[in-house]
């Protein structure tokens, strides 16, 4: 069996999902460049809880988890199944580690998710978990418990990780997307780009002391962390590429770290 590639996606505003822009061409261009994959693991931002958990459900709910959008997005569905098997599995993996809950009824698909793979795979075939972020972790403890999932690659699953190198809310040019972005961000964004190249994952684990720029970029850590998951899957055999880039309002890096097999 083919080993499945690890991706990062940026995902940005929900509205993605019924949009047709640069960002979701790209997103369709990378389902139409790969093998289908027998299941997709996704780490998403907007699952950011006090503990880790699976989904566990036969057919996750497609979650609308925002608000202040037009009706045509809170229609939108991602009937995608659910896969209690994977999410067994991926228990066995992590229980040796950590407590992991299999929630089979609360959580579902939320946008991280949906509003991207509706791009990369339209035909919601494939099923999909979601585990969530621990949020009163460090980054180290992410990173660590990544490296666990790596079997899965081998197996057919894909891991995603969905949320944002630079994502700063207060800084965002609300309705204007093509505003130009803040220095700061752009210069956060270079060099995250550059440590990913070297390899180096730990100055991206240890976040927090690449100063000012950093900051104002992870404000919090919620759409950071999802990007540590993946670079712990990544491999030295494995070509990294950035198939999606790009700013949005300014303050929200819509760049897409891909790791895949030479």
Same mark, same amino acid.
Request: proline share 6%; with cysteine; charged share 15%.
């Given at each position: 069996? !083919?080993?499945?590639?690890?991706?990062?996606?940026?995902? /940005?505003?929900?509205?993605?999902?019924?949009?047709?822009?640069?960002? !979701? %061409?790209?997103?369709?261009?990378?389902?139409n460049s790969i093998s289908?994959?027998?299941?997709?693991?996704?780490?998403? #931002?907007?699952?950011?809880?006090? #503990?880790?958990?699976?989904?566990?459900?036969e057919r996750p709910r497609t979650i609308h988890d925002f608000g202040g959008f037009p009706k045509e997005l809170y229609?939108?569905?991602?009937?995608?199944p659910g896969s209690p098997d994977l999410a067994d599995r991926i228990a066995?993996?992590? /229980?040796? !580690?950590?407590? &992991?809950?299999k929630d089979d009824q609360h959580?579902?698909?939320?946008?991280? !998710?949906?509003?991207?793979?509706?791009?990369?795979?339209?035909? #919601?075939?494939?099923?999909?978990?979601?585990?969530?972020?621990?949020?009163?972790e460090p980054a180290e403890f992410h990173y660590e418990l990544a490296k666990n999932l790596a079997p899965l690659r081998d197996?057919?699953?894909? &891991?995603? /990780?969905? /949320?944002?190198?630079v994502h700063n809310l207060h800084a965002y040019a609300w309705g204007k997307h093509d505003v130009e972005p803040f220095d700061w961000a752009e210069r956060f964004e270079e060099l995250a %780009?550059?440590?990913?190249l070297?390899?180096?994952?730990s100055q991206l684990v240890n976040y927090e002391q690449l100063g000012s720029d950093a900051m104002l970029s992870v404000p919090t850590p919620d759409h950071f962390l999802p990007l540590l998951y993946i670079l712990a899957l990544s491999t030295e055999d494995d070509k990294v590429s950035f198939p999606v880039s790009g700013f949005d309002g300014g303050s929200i890096s819509m760049t897409t770290v891909k790791f895949s097999e030479m």
């Open positions: 069996m !083919t080993k499945m590639p690890v991706i990062f996606f940026g995902h /940005g505003s929900p509205m993605n999902a019924i949009a047709d822009n640069s960002y !979701t %061409r790209g997103w369709s261009e990378i389902g289908k994959p027998k299941a997709i693991l996704c780490i998403s #931002a907007h699952w950011y809880i006090p #503990a880790v958990a699976v989904t566990a459900m229609a939108m569905q991602y009937p995608a066995e993996i992590l /229980g040796d !580690t950590v407590s &992991v809950i959580w579902g698909l939320d946008h991280g !998710t949906w509003s991207v793979l509706c791009h990369v795979f339209p035909d #919601a075939d494939i099923p999909i978990v979601q585990l969530s972020l621990k949020e009163d197996e057919g699953v894909m &891991v995603i /990780g969905s /949320g944002n190198i %780009r550059n440590i990913v070297s390899n180096d994952h």
